[in-house]
């Protein structure tokens, strides 16, 4: 909460200053560069036999979950705010995902369970695939096969794109396979790039060389799925499970003063990633937009909360 404050306070001192916002941030950033650091950090501390106690629940939190809970925000926004369907279902598409940055944060201030955090937070790491498909889906739905996300953003795309006639276009079985190809490619990047790594570190016994490995691990793997069309955040969700559960683990491949060493750092990196992540939030909010909007941005909150109430 400092951290937002402070950002709120840097972005209303350069208003003050220069008349007009000046601060401008490309979200990108914050999904290629501050995310992954957080996902894998948060996955390597993952135990393997912890996960395979959780899986089916993490499975569908991460697909029926947000499937759901889109459906029924949606629907509620609709009845209780009168919101357009096409307002009402994309804002639902992209608020249902749970945010990777704030779970992982918040769980490890409450210090909740380990089964809990561990379901929560892997779902929070796997739900990307799921939150892409569905908005693209409804964005299908709401504007036909041709509706692109150009570089102006979603909110230009919104603004520009709807309409008062609502074309109904959708191919469950084709939006079935894309959700496996972009999450199950994913996996199967963090996982190939994992293993091929693992054989490098088994090379190494120098602390700054297998982090400088791990760096490019995390990095890689997103980038590399992003390159292909696939779930660079699933992938590097995986890639933190396999080197948590077997790099780590094994003598062979990382001695045990390496570990320590590699395990610090990615723990001090998390926090930073964080950090960011909290001061990008306050830098970018509007207070005065928001303040004039409190009372709807309650009943949001309230109405997301029944929808993720309902299905869990």
């Known amino acids: 909460m400092m951290l937002v404050g402070l950002g709120i306070i840097i972005r209303l001192a350069t208003v003050l200053v220069n008349g007009f916002d000046q601060i401008k941030f490309d979200s990108n950033l914050i999904i290629n560069f501050v995310i992954p650091p957080l996902i894998f950090e948060a996955m390597m501390r993952i135990d393997y036999k912890d996960f395979t106690r959780v899986k089916i629940s993490v499975l569908l939190l991460s697909t029926l979950g947000v499937v759901i809970t889109t459906i029924v925000v949606g629907l509620l926004l609709m009845y209780l705010v009168h919101l357009p369907f096409q307002?009402?279902?994309?804002?639902?598409?992209?608020?249902?995902?749970?945010?990777?940055?704030?779970?992982?944060?918040?769980?490890?201030?409450?210090?909740?369970?380990?089964?809990?955090?561990?379901?929560?937070?892997?779902?929070?790491?796997?739900?990307?695939?799921?939150?892409?498909?569905?908005?693209?889906?409804?964005?299908?739905?709401?504007?036909?096969?041709?509706?692109?996300?150009?570089?102006?953003?979603?909110?230009?795309?919104?603004?520009?794109?709807?309409?008062?006639?609502?074309?109904?276009?959708?191919?469950?079985?084709h939006e079935i396979g894309q959700f496996l190809l972009v999450a199950l490619g994913g996996v199967a990047i963090g996982l190939a790039i994992a293993i091929i790594t693992n054989r490098l570190h088994s090379l190494m016994n120098n602390p700054f060389s297998e982090i400088s490995l791990t760096i490019t691990t995390v990095f890689g793997s997103a980038m590399v799925a992003n390159a292909f069309g696939l779930s660079g955040l699933i992938a590097v969700a995986s890639t933190g499970l396999y080197f948590g559960n077997v790099t780590m683990r094994k003598e062979s491949s990382m001695s045990k003063e390496v570990r320590d060493t590699v395990s610090n750092f990615w723990e001090i990196a998390a926090f930073f990633a964080n950090s960011l992540a909290f001061l990008f939030l306050g830098v970018t909010m509007n207070i005065i937009s928001i303040s004039q909007e409190i009372p709807l941005i309650l009943l949001v909150f309230v109405v997301v909360l029944i929808a993720r109430a309902l299905f869990t």
């Open 87 to 173: 307002l009402a279902f994309l804002f639902a598409a992209l608020i249902s995902p749970t945010d990777a940055a704030i779970v992982i944060k918040t769980f490890k201030i409450l210090k909740v369970p380990r089964l809990l955090s561990t379901i929560v937070e892997m779902e929070s790491s796997f739900n990307d695939a799921t939150g892409i498909i569905i908005f693209t889906t409804v964005a299908g739905i709401v504007f036909g096969p041709v509706a692109t996300i150009t570089s102006g953003g979603i909110g230009d795309f919104i603004s520009t794109g709807i309409n008062d006639q609502t074309q109904i276009n959708l191919d469950i079985l």
